[in-house]
Nanobody
Framework: QVQFVESGGGLVQPGGSLRLSCAAS????????MGWYRQSPGKQRELVAR???????YYADSVKGRFTISRDNVKKTVSLQMNSLKPEDTAVYYC????????WGQGTQVTVSS
């Protein structure tokens, strides 16, 4: 089964930036619609950004204009640049295939706090 490994999280002050990365093990990665999800305590996991194989992107309203998703099909990675971070962005962030999800990785914790 495809594995995804997330990294890049941490503690940042409000208004700060972080860049998350996700590495995939599949040779078919370039065909995937890849997404970044997040889950905070007591809430359901939500899709915040997705990117199609050709590069088209979609963002949830809550992150539009602040987050940018990108992918490198050669390196089999997908990234999430997060700017102007807010306390409500605090969550564990995961990546996965949007259309045919694999098992979830460990995720990477993002904490936005002063």
């Amino acid at each position: 089964q495809v594995q995804f490994v997330e990294s890049g999280g941490g503690l940042v002050q409000p208004g700060g930036s972080l860049r998350l990365s996700c590495a995939a093990s599949s040779s078919s990665f370039s065909l995937y619609v890849m997404g970044w999800y997040r889950q905070s305590p007591g809430k359901q996991r939500e899709l915040v950004a997705r990117i199609y194989s050709g590069g088209n992107t979609y963002y949830a309203d809550s992150v539009k204009g602040r987050f940018t998703i990108s992918r490198d099909n050669v390196k089999k990675t997908v990234s999430l640049q997060m700017n102007s971070l807010k306390p409500e962005d605090t969550a564990v962030y995961y990546c996965n295939n949007v259309v045919a999800p694999s098992s979830w990785g460990q995720g990477t914790q993002v904490t936005v706090s002063s």
